[in-house]
């Protein structure tokens, strides 16, 4: 078992989608996350053991591009890989078989429509083994009260890139904590800072998705 989670990380963290892929070179011509997956699944391994291959791999990933070793790219890329993964495993999620460790409510702020950086927080949260709610971009305060209401115990987290959507950032956070005090907000984004985190009350501000997984890890 322990070989399907390391050969598994290692094509996540490296970003082997499929044996046909050509990326990365010094793996051509070898199976890749798709075949490892479904070989394993054939074989009834549990699929908690690719959900954990994932995380390995996707911590690896992001560890690097937190560290300015890894790009944007490669946590594509690796994305894509454990995408591929997930799209396996998901009747099993569906089905209840594998446990969560949380839920993340996540969006881009009312009136911002970047969402690359959000798209990348959310898949290695995912990765992390947590439920993901994403409730896209340009999200008014409204749903995140909604989304909130529905999830109990979530944790949120707000992403912004134009210093004039940051006030909205700022006024969501307000109402969030008014009506929900106990609620968890990770706050990101390229504009936004820890003094900017303090100011507004948020509970957490990284630059880099790796750190808001710690985060999680050891706030659930
Ligand atoms: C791509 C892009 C766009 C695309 C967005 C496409 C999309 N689907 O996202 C489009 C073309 C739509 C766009 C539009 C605009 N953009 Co634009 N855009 C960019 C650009 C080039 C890249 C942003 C990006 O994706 N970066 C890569 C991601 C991975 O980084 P990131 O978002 O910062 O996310 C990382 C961290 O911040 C963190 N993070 C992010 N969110 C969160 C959340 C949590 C909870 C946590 C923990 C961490 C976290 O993790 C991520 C990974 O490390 C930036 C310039 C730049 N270099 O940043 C300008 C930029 C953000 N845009 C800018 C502007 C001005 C605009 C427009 C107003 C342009 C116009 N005149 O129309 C519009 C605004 C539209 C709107 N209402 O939002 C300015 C903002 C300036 C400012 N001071 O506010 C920038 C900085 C360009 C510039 N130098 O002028 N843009």
Request: hydrophobic content about 40%; aromatic content about 6%.
């Amino acid at each position: 078992m322990q070989d399907v989670v390391e050969k598994l990380a290692l094509c996540i963290a490296k970003g082997k989608i499929s044996r046909s892929a050509w990326f990365p070179p010094d793996m051509k011509d070898q199976d890749g996350a798709d075949e490892i997956a479904a070989e394993a699944l054939k074989n009834g391994i549990d699929p908690d053991v690719l959900l954990k291959g994932c995380m390995v791999g996707m911590d690896r990933v992001g560890k690097d591009f937190s560290e300015g070793k890894a790009f944007v790219a490669h946590l594509i890329i690796s994305g894509e890989a454990m995408n591929v993964v997930m799209k396996q495993i998901k009747p099993f999620l569906e089905s209840d078989q594998v446990k969560h460790k949380g839920k993340l409510v996540i969006g881009t702020v009312a009136g911002d429509l970047h969402d690359i950086g959000k798209n990348l927080v959310s898949m290695m949260i995912r990765g992390a083994g947590f439920e993901v709610i994403d409730l896209g971009m340009d999200v008014p305060t409204s749903k995140f009260l909604e989304a909130i209401d529905q999830n109990p115990g979530c944790f949120v987290g707000l992403s912004a890139l134009l210093t004039t959507t940051m006030r909205n950032m700022e006024s969501s956070v307000k109402e969030i904590k008014e009506k929900y005090p106990d609620t968890k907000v990770l706050i990101g984004g390229a504009p936004i800072t820890l003094d900017f985190c303090t100011r507004i009350g948020a509970d957490f501000y990284s630059p880099n998705p790796h750190e808001a997984v710690e985060y999680l890890n050891t706030n659930v």
